[in-house]
Antibody
Framework: EVQLVESGGGLVQPGGSLRLSCAAS????????MSWVRQAPGKGLEWVAN????????FYVDFVKGRFTIFRDNAKHALYLQMNSLRAEDTAVYYC????????????WGQGTLVTVSS | SYDLTQPPSVSVSPGQTATITCSGD??????ASWYQQRPGQSPVLVIY???KRPSGIPERFSGSNSGNTATLTISGTQATDEADYYC????????FGTGTKVSVL
């Protein structure tokens, strides 16, 4: 059974940076596409970025392009999201999630980590 | 951008059938997935590829997708089904529906 555990969230000032991590257990990590999906307080789900199993392809939603970077370390079974130039509207719970292709459903989700951007 | 619209809320009595719709342009030409999110918890996939159930999801959850509307049906609704439900499709990127709060009264 795949388990995903996010960490790295916290309070950061506008314009600041934060790096989120997602630790994955289970034997399929190196074969899974991995995504970050976020949920602002009281709001719906919003896909942020995903990355190919070998890390060679990455895709982002428009409003984070140039600010966020997704990357992974398959040897460590870890997924990351480097977030720079953070804005108040980036405040959300960030989930990591698995899918078997770049456009297929999200099969497994972590418990999420809260990022709060505020002065 | 591609939008998926859901009713904000659906109320159902225990044991009855809840029907949640998801509307989007030519949605029936894409695969639709559905996620259940109980209060304070992470989303859980309950339907994928329009009508398939992941292992462990009760048979009372079913889905369909045709034309501009995908539908999630919960038959014999239980109190534990009270949650927010989101549809999702792919159109050059992942798109989630607006979400529906299902209340079991």
């Amino acid at each position: 059974e795949v388990q995903l555990v996010e960490s790295g969230g916290g309070l950061v000032q506008p314009g600041g940076s934060l790096r989120l991590s997602c630790a994955a257990s289970g034997s399929t990590f190196s074969y899974d596409w991995m995504s970050w999906v976020r949920q602002a307080p009281g709001k719906g789900l919003e896909w942020v970025a995903n990355i190919k199993p070998d890390g060679t392809e990455k895709f982002y939603v428009d409003f984070v392009k140039g600010r966020f970077t997704i990357f992974r370390d398959n040897a460590k079974h870890a997924l990351y999201l480097q977030m720079n130039s953070l804005r108040a509207e980036d405040t959300a719970v960030y989930y990591c999630a698995t899918s078997y292709s770049s456009s297929s459903q999200f099969e497994h989700w972590g418990q999420g980590t809260l990022v709060t951007v505020s002065s | 951008s591609y939008d998926l619209t859901q009713p904000p809320s659906v109320s159902v009595s225990p044991g009855q059938t809840a029907t949640i719709t998801c509307s989007g342009d030519e949605l029936g030409t894409r695969y639709a997935s559905w996620y259940q999110q109980r209060p304070g918890q992470s989303p859980v996939l309950v339907i994928y590829q329009d009508m398939k159930r992941p292992s462990g999801i009760p048979e009372r959850f079913s889905g369909s997708n045709s034309g501009n509307t995908a539908t999630l049906t919960i038959s014999g609704t239980q109190a534990t089904d009270e949650a927010d439900y989101y549809c999702q499709a792919w159109d050059s990127s992942y798109v989630f529906g607006t979400g529906t709060k299902v209340s079991v009264l």
